[in-house]
């Protein structure tokens, strides 16, 4: 199955805990690889609209979702999930 794998973006901005979500990018990825999957990491940030296009262009069978802050604020954790639900 194409497993996408939804993370915040990360610029030379963001903090070192930001930047470990490239860590678990590469645990996850790992992981769904052994299991037999294709895991297709992609980033999120505020442009929602990008990540929709970008989702329906890898057409996923999943998503998993990493995705802890957005614009390093953690208060918009949820609009991914939101998206993702209406999509």
């Keep these: 199955m194409r497993v996408a794998i939804a993370h915040n973006a990360v610029t030379e901005a963001s ?3 930001e930047r470990d979500v490239l ?8 992981a769904l ?4 999957h294709e895991a297709i ?3 999120c940030d505020l442009d929602l609209a990008t990540f929709k296009r970008g989702i329906e262009q ?4 999943c998503v ?8 390093g604020r953690g208060q918009l954790i949820s609009l991914l999930p939101f ?4 999509m």
Aim: proline share 9%.
């Design 15 to 17: 903090t070192p805990d």
């Design 41 to 43: 990491p992609i980033a």
């Design 58 to 61: 890898i057409k996923p069978g």
């Design 23 to 30: 860590t678990q990018v590469q645990d996850v990825s790992e």
């Design 33 to 36: 690889t052994d299991l037999g």
């Design 83 to 86: 998206l993702l639900d209406a």
């Design 64 to 71: 998993f979702n990493l995705v802890e802050s957005l614009d």
